[in-house]
């Protein structure tokens, strides 16, 4: 079974903003530390720019390891199963 890494991509794209308010982070803030410019959040959350796989893993590793985050990430379905899975093997 093949993972859908572009409806993770868009759940994860369309959570954003909510993620990193819970997070009480500015997009600098979030830019800074995944490592990309704040134009580059800003693009991705206005969905002008799409979100790449290494970003999205980067992201995954943030708000996965936060205790404010973490249980959100399943209720959004951006966190599945598959994504698991897939990080386990």
Do not use: C
């Not at 500015?26 to 970003?55: F, V």
């Not at 943030?62 to 399943?74: A, D, I, V």
């Amino acid at each position: 079974m093949e993972m859908n890494k572009e409806m993770l991509i868009e759940n994860m794209t369309e959570n954003l903003p909510v993620l990193r308010a819970r997070l009480s982070m500015t997009q600098e803030d979030l830019a800074n530390k995944i490592g990309l410019s704040r134009g580059t959040i800003i693009s991705i959350e206005n969905s002008k720019r799409p979100m790449t796989w290494a970003t999205f893993m980067s992201l995954i590793l943030l708000f996965s390891h936060n205790e404010r985050t973490n249980k959100l990430l399943e209720v959004m379905d951006i966190y599945t199963e598959e994504l698991h899975k897939y990080l386990s093997e």
